[in-house]
């Protein structure tokens, strides 16, 4: 697919969770020709090829992240994503389903710094 290389680079590289619309808009940059469907469908199939994550937050439009191993801490509040590394629980869930885990995603909700901060100040 035409930037799917470019699209998968911006992902790994950013310190981010991007939504489609910040990608589209940091490609736009460099790709002034580049639409937002032509976005969506290279993050839907980066996604179904494992290359790249979607981390779904109720309330709020979908992230992209890169594949690699880790979680996630979610403000319920704002909605901000963290990383988190934690151990890996595939075995221990596995033994307790008694059958194979593909993967999962854990997300932790919590309040973030900056809304703790802004609850104190109200």
Do not use: W
């Not at 839907?44 to 981390?55: F, S, W, Y």
């Amino acid at each position: 697919m035409r930037y799917a290389n470019e699209i998968l680079e911006l992902i790994n590289t950013s310190h981010e969770h991007l939504t489609a619309e910040e990608i589209f808009l940091r490609m736009k940059e460099q790709y002034p020709g580049v639409v937002l469907a032509t976005i969506y469908n290279n993050l839907n199939h980066l996604h179904a090829e494992g290359k790249i994550r979607k981390v779904t937050v109720e309330g709020h439009p979908d992230r992209y992240d890169r594949a690699t191993r880790h979680d996630h801490l979610v403000c319920s509040k704002c909605g901000d994503l963290t990383d988190i590394i934690l151990d890996d629980f595939t075995e221990q869930l596995q033994s307790q389903i008694r059958d194979s885990i593909l993967s999962y995603d854990l997300q932790i909700r919590y309040i973030c710094p900056a809304c703790r901060k802004q609850t104190n100040q109200k």
